[in-house]
């Protein structure tokens, strides 16, 4: 039987796919990042973990084709992370903050965009093209996020929206996010589409 939320998760592939010809058609934008910044500490702690992780070095060239198929797969490892994985925090996890991990039956946000890192990069996407981002939510909460960098601009697979959306069709602040060249090192965001809102917890 399929559950109502397998029925909406349905329906939101099927209207990602069906905007496919938007997505191809509309500008592109990408995410202007700055300089070298600090690297999250839950990140640092998961390089120290698993140090190959964060060894990935992606030579500097254009990003990734956006193929239909590519969008395909996007939809389809956004949803699938999404559903498999059942939210909690790390500190009904693990019993402390900011540990980032691949997920097993839960994980917090990040956990979510590690798997679908490793999944697209499973499916052929350099890792220079999915870059763990760091976002502040309205409510001023941080937030981690997938950004896949694309020629036709950079898109957002979040556990928190079963879309796949433009990085400024969402309702977050960026912060950081991984660089293209050095899965070890991260760049500053600039973005000011937000106001500054109070720091959370992730950083």
């Not at 060894?55 to 389809?76: F, G, S, V």
């Not at 020629?151 to 959306?165: A, K, T, W």
């Not at 400024?168 to 660089?179: A, E, G």
Request: charged share 25%; aromatic share 8%.
């Amino acid at each position: 039987m399929i559950t109502g939320r397998g029925i909406g998760l349905i329906a939101a592939m099927a209207l990602s796919l069906a905007s496919w010809t938007g997505t191809a058609n509309a500008g592109r934008s990408f995410m202007p990042t700055g300089n070298l910044t600090s690297q999250p500490v839950g990140h640092y702690e998961f390089c120290q973990r698993l140090p190959n992780e964060c060894n990935e070095r992606t030579p500097k060239e254009a990003p990734i084709e956006l193929t239909r198929q590519l969008w395909a797969e996007m939809i389809d490892i956004n949803n699938g992370v999404n559903t498999r994985v059942i939210p909690r925090t790390d500190m009904e996890i693990w019993g402390k903050e900011e540990v980032w991990s691949y997920p097993g039956r839960y994980g917090d946000c990040e956990d979510y965009a590690l798997e679908k890192r490793r999944e697209l990069m499973e499916k052929g996407v350099p890792a220079g093209d999915v870059l763990l981002t760091v976002v502040r939510q309205p409510n001023g909460d941080g937030h981690a996020v997938l950004t896949v960098h694309t020629s036709l601009g950079d898109y957002i697979l979040d556990n928190l929206e079963p879309r796949v959306l433009a990085w400024t069709d969402t309702k977050y602040r960026y912060l950081k996010r991984q660089s293209e060249t050095d899965s070890g090192e991260w760049v500053s965001v600039r973005d000011d589409r937000a106001p500054t809102v109070a720091v959370g917890s992730v950083r």
